[in-house]
């Protein structure tokens, strides 16, 4: 199975730069992943595809300002932070720019010296383990002067942190946020409770792991990152419940669907569980838990594309993705968003 499979052709102008006003106003392409039949409609209506009892797992997770722009002390050179993975109260995993001279012992300065840190140890990829030196609380430190880390892809400024932000988001630490779940609205969520619909809460931290491009061309030597996740007990219960009583659980992320698929027997049982999972679906794989998925359109040969294909078929996907772009709907972080059940 090659990475080239998993392209598509997308025009650069359909790339969102700029999130819609309304969440809930995006577009919905709807993909039957046994006919591969699609169906235009719009996100708010969503819940006319949703029964009562049907089960929405959603991933809380909180993005932090996570990008930091600082200098090296020696040189005054500037210098990016990514941060990836909380080691201690003070060391992190972070992706440096440019990493590759970036030498143990090196200090770097933000905020003129509100906040410093030390690189201890050089990682793969661009990848360092640094310590941070600061006076205070660090999480109030980083939301003065750390910026939301949005994708490469999109060159406007965030006129609202928020915006980045699912409205369920609740804990802190991802470094990109689970953006199936942008399109929701706390009124659109009520609407669905009312009609029956069940929301269990899970979190995986979104780290590397998600958004590492795939660099070999043999799918099956790529290599996930890991990224922490937490499955409480209620939601294991209630997943577990609509199982047994033939009930749907329906993913809103790909994020969400990695953390039930990690956590779950090969009978389906979802366990209560936390810990790092760097499972890595591709087409082949049998789902234990999901029934459907809520996603938004993803970046070409990516581990993304790679899992929803798995889910409803390379050939499925790639024509709808085909359609998408006829269409004109918007791709990625921003865009427009896909049910596929």
Not at 243 to 263: D, F, I, P
């Amino acid at each position: 199975m090659k990475t080239s499979d998993f392209y598509y052709d997308l025009p650069k102008e359909l790339i969102a730069q700029d999130p819609l006003a309304d969440r809930a106003s995006s577009r919905l392409l709807h993909l039957d992943r046994k006919t591969g039949e699609v169906k235009d409609d719009i996100f708010r209506n969503i819940g006319s595809y949703l029964k009562s009892g049907d089960v929405l797992v959603i991933n809380n997770t909180k993005v932090i300002p996570a990008r930091l722009l600082g200098t090296k002390e020696e040189t005054g050179a500037g210098i990016e932070f990514l941060l990836l993975t909380r080691k201690t109260d003070t060391d992190w995993e972070v992706l440096v720019k440019p990493g590759r001279k970036v030498k143990s012992g090196t200090i770097v300065s933000f905020g003129e010296g509100l906040l410093k840190a030390e690189v201890l140890k050089k990682m793969d990829e661009g990848r360092h383990i640094v310590r941070f030196l600061f006076d205070g609380i660090f999480e109030e430190i980083l939301d003065q002067l750390g910026e939301m880390p949005l994708p490469p892809y999109i060159h406007h400024k965030l006129q609202d942190k928020n915006r980045y932000q699912t409205v369920y988001a609740k804990h802190d630490g991802s470094a990109a946020a689970p953006t199936a779940g942008l399109h929701f609205t706390p009124e659109l969520m009520k609407e669905l409770e009312d009609k029956g619909v069940v929301f269990a809460p899970v979190t995986l931290h979104v780290g590397l792991g998600t958004f590492r491009p795939v660099k070999v061309d043999n799918v099956q030597e790529h290599h996930m990152h890991s990224e922490y996740f937490v499955v409480p007990e209620e939601t294991a219960e209630i997943v577990n419940r609509a199982k047994r009583e033939g009930r749907r659980v329906l993913c809103v992320g790909t994020t969400s669907c990695r953390t039930v698929e990690s956590a779950s027997e090969d009978d389906g049982t979802l366990k209560a569980t936390s810990g790092w999972t760097d499972i890595f679906i591709y087409p082949g794989y049998r789902f234990k838990v999901m029934d459907g998925l809520i996603t938004n359109f993803h970046l070409p040969e990516s581990t993304l594309v790679m899992l929803v294909a798995a889910f409803c078929g390379k050939e499925n996907i790639l024509h709808a993705y085909e359609y998408a772009v006829t269409q004109k709907y918007r791709f990625f972080s921003f865009g427009d968003a896909m049910l596929i059940e």
